[in-house]
């Protein structure tokens, strides 16, 4: 046994099935995809009650957009800072730092009386999440050795992941119908409860077998970059792309990343070191990631918009429908691991984003009959069974091959991706249906305006995911049939 395996507290060998996981194993899985789920369902738990939170603590109308981007900023900046954190401090111990202050935000943000502890509260949710996540994920993969047994655990983390997503806005809705929308933020506090109980007593602490210091210049520049690229993708979608403040964000961002690049290549102890960054599993796996994350929610986001602008449908119908569609990702996430063993991960990947892209593709022949529904339930149904697919091969791909001791790292790059693209892919995709939409307007109705705008969006949405399949199968896929697709 290693002397990772060792401080990561692995069982024994002749302590696990060779078929099948341990009673231990099976326990803290269960711990872990459970706190996935609550993480997964906090991105989108409050987006039904916005409007009603507003009205209950003075939020004006333009201000409500800083609910969703004071959680947004922390999420995904945090995000590779904390994974490799956890690396060095140790995963379960940051784990139950995240889900307690979680616990703690939520407390607050549930009894909250003006929107500044409200959004005190989001950026404090934002953090949380920013180390839970990876943590938790890395836990996973360290959890359980490389192979199908990893694949079984990030297959059902898929499943839960995309469940918590679908789940969030429904969750929410009936809370915010039947409570109050402060039981949105007041449920985590005793699933969190029950996460502690379960961490403390099943899930061993692990951490990097040497210890080494942070890397302090590393870890402000790709902070500052990150967070200021998410603050420029946001404001893009809530002031439009041809505001000059976007620009200068993005500026900031280039500019802060690139250094963070050149201080990694020079640094004794790198925060990312550049031979993980340029490995080719890990950039484009998350790339692959990236892809389907980002085109899965505009699609959610476009489909709405059509639901209720063009059908007329309200919130809660619209938000049930689309969310049973959402089915598919749970049961594709638990059969995944079967296919990822046949082909490999970096293959599915690929496959999966063309079955997305096809999916999602049906949506172009939306119309404004009723029968539009129908489509949008068979369209969003394939296109989520593959992005569940996808999610589980572009988690395998980036973090197979990496020792335990950077599996922080691995992990925080992937749910780096995943914050990343939550963030881009509405502004992106909004951009363009806004702009059809503004051109259609000119000679026909409304209705048909934003159906038209809706059908550019599906259209820029399929074609990007086409592209990400074949730029995945390029350097990828096809690689790794040769045995380099690991470099």
């Known amino acids: 046994m290693s002397d990772v395996e060792e401080r990561a507290g692995a069982p024994a060998a002749s302590a696990v099935d060779q078929d099948g996981m341990t009673g231990r194993q099976k326990l803290a899985l269960a711990v872990l995809l459970g706190a996935q789920f609550m993480l997964a369902a906090d991105f989108s738990i409050l987006t039904v009650s916005l409007p009603v939170i507003g009205d209950s603590l003075g939020f004006s109308l333009d201000s409500l957009q800083w609910i969703t981007t004071a959680f947004a900023l922390p999420a995904a900046g945090f995000t590779l800072l904390f994974g490799r954190i956890a690396d060095l401090a140790g995963r379960r111990r940051m784990f139950l730092i995240g889900i307690v202050l979680l616990a703690v935000a939520s407390l607050v943000g549930g009894l909250a009386n003006s929107p500044e502890v409200l959004l005190a509260a989001r950026v404090a949710q934002g953090v949380a999440t920013a180390i839970s996540v990876p943590s938790a994920l890395s836990l996973m993969t360290t959890t359980f050795p490389e192979g199908p047994l990893r694949q079984k655990a990030l297959g059902l983390n898929g499943a839960l992941v995309g469940a918590g997503f679908s789940a969030g806005a429904l969750l929410g809705g009936v809370l915010t119908e039947s409570l109050s929308w402060r039981w949105s933020f007041l449920i985590n506090v005793p699933v969190v409860v029950l996460l502690v109980i379960g961490t403390l007593m099943v899930i061993p602490e692990g951490r990097a077998a040497v210890r080494t210091r942070l890397d302090v210049p590393g870890a402000i520049t790709v902070t500052g970059g990150l967070l200021a690229l998410v603050f420029g993708i946001t404001t893009a979608g809530h002031e439009g792309w041809g505001a000059s403040s976007v620009y200068l964000w993005l500026a900031v961002a280039a500019v802060l990343l690139v250094a963070f690049w050149f201080i990694e290549l020079n640094s004794a102890n790198p925060l990312a070191p550049v031979r993980v960054l340029k490995r080719g ?51 594709a996430g638990t059969i995944a691991p079967r296919l990822l063993a046949r082909l490999g991960a970096p293959a599915v990947l690929s496959l999966a984003l063309v079955v997305q892209s096809l999916g999602f593709a049906v949506l172009l022949g939306l119309s404004d009959s009723d029968m539009g529904a129908v489509l949008v339930f068979v369209g969003l149904a394939v296109g989520f069974f593959a992005h569940a697919y996808a999610i589980v091969a572009y988690m395998v791909s980036a973090t197979s091959g990496l020792p335990d001791e950077e599996q922080g790292l691995a992990t925080g790059l992937t749910t780096m991706s995943m914050q990343i693209a939550i963030t881009l892919g509405i502004p992106v995709i909004s951009a363009v249906i806004s702009a059809r939409t503004a051109a259609l307007e000119k000679t026909g109705s409304e209705t048909d305006a934003v159906l038209g705008g809706v059908r550019a969006g599906v259209l820029v949405d399929a074609l990007f995911l086409l592209a990400a399949a074949a730029i995945v199968w390029l350097f990828l896929a096809r690689k790794a049939r040769t045995g380099k697709g690991a470099l």
């Open 281 to 331: 599993s890990v950039l484009w796996g998350n790339f692959g990631g990236f892809a389907t994350i980002a085109m899965a929610t505009a699609t959610s986001f476009a489909a709405t918009l059509y639901m209720q602008k063009v059908l007329g449908f309200s919130a809660f119908t619209t938000g049930v429908a689309i969310g049973l569609p959402g089915i598919a990702i749970i049961v």
